[in-house]
């Protein structure tokens, strides 16, 4: 149980374009979803916290203009990276958890490549 | 602020040696603190916490507060340990977390 799936797992997207991002979780009410972001051999970096139904909170030094969250129902959240340019170019990684639960279940990533 | 460190980027063992993988942490609270391993190809997986003081593959990491430190260890390294190792540290009431930059642990045959 506690299936989290990303989509796509990789994509491909010219500089000035925008590229959307899911997270969902397949047998659980994701209540809180999280938004990592993580460059070639180093650490996950949290980008943003989604609640369900509620504006996403971001990290410092993150644009939430550039970087859309929506969390509109309990087992979906989408990350919209808009007018994308190369340096956006990383490992994008969602995690869920549960109300009343700290553990975090991660989605497998996905690939972001801005040309 | 709260902070995470990890400073071996890379450790190599050998099959059947023991190995300690460090964590420090720095934070003004209660701290609560996991380790996550990232197995090659595959997603980020918890794999023990310590407040459940349990051993998981053989692993264990006792958290130390007087020297601020959880760190991860296995007495005899398996071939099949070769992963990513990441600690984190749990805050904002257990909103999110802080993840250390990781250790690659590299068992040799």
């Known amino acids: 149980g506690a299936v989290v799936s990303q989509h796509p797992s990789w994509v491909i997207c010219k500089s000035g374009t925008s590229v959307k991002i899911e997270c969902r979780s397949l047998?659980?009410?994701?209540?809180?979803m999280f938004w990592y972001r993580q460059f070639p051999k180093q650490s996950l970096m949290l980008m943003a916290t989604?609640?369900?139904?509620?504006?996403?909170?971001?990290e410092q030094g993150v644009e939430k203009d550039k970087f859309l969250i929506n969390h509109a129902s309990l087992t979906l959240s989408t990350l919209t990276v808009t007018s994308a340019h190369p340096e956006d170019s990383s490992f994008y990684i969602c995690s869920a958890r549960w109300q009343g639960t700290y553990e975090q279940y991660f989605g497998p990533g996905t690939r972001l490549t801005v040309t | 602020a709260q902070r995470v460190t990890q400073p071996e980027k890379l450790l190599s063992v050998f099959k059947g040696a023991p190995v300690e993988l460090k964590c420090n942490y720095s934070y003004s609270g209660s701290p609560e603190l996991f380790w996550y391993v990232q197995y090659s190809r595959q997603r980020l997986q918890l794999l023990l916490r310590h407040i459940s003081r349990e051993s998981i593959k053989g692993f264990t990491a006792d958290l130390n507060k007087g020297e601020t430190s959880f760190h991860l260890k296995k007495p005899f390294a398996q071939e099949e340990d070769s992963a990513m190792y990441y600690c984190?540290?749990?805050?904002?009431?257990?909103?999110?977390?802080?993840f250390g930059p990781g250790t690659r642990l590299s068992v040799l045959p």
């Open positions: 984190a540290l749990r805050v904002n009431y257990g909103q999110n977390f802080v």
């Open positions: 989604s609640n369900e139904g509620s504006k996403a909170t971001y």
């Open positions: 047998d659980f009410q994701a209540t809180t």
